[in-house]
């Protein structure tokens, strides 16, 4: 698992080194940094999961294996109906 911090969007809330200390650290403003490369080992997942579901701003952010290793986006079919397609990535629909 990999995960990355949005600090554009932490507010400081200090949810994240309260679960997950060994991830996250607090600035003297109380605004979170990542600690590390974003590499969570099997034993941390449980509490790196509980700080990305409880972060109120959701400025953590978990990464597929394969999402900037230069795939293209898969190929889909268009829709047959009229009606608009969606797809959800990264929490935004496009």
């Known amino acids: 698992m990999r995960i990355r ?4 969007l ?11 200390p060994k991830h996250f650290s607090l600035d ?4 979170a940094s990542l600690i590390g ?3 969570v080992s099997e034993a941390d997942r449980d509490d790196v ?4 579901f409880d972060c109120p701003v959701h400025a953590i952010i978990e990464m597929s294996d394969n999402e ?4 293209a986006r898969p190929v889909t ?5 009229d009606s608009p397609v969606f797809e959800a ?4 629909a496009q």
Do not use: N, Q, S
């Not at 932490?10 to 997950?20: L, R, T």
């Not at 079919?77 to 109906?81: G, K, N, R």
């Open 5 to 8: 911090l949005d600090r554009t």
């Open 10 to 20: 932490c507010d400081g809330f200090g949810v994240c080194a309260k679960h997950a």
């Open 28 to 31: 003297d403003w109380g605004y």
């Open 37 to 39: 490369d974003g590499t």
């Open 49 to 52: 999961l509980r700080a990305l």
């Open 68 to 71: 900037f290793d230069g795939e």
């Open 77 to 81: 079919t268009p829709a047959t109906d």
């Open 89 to 92: 990535r990264w929490g935004f």
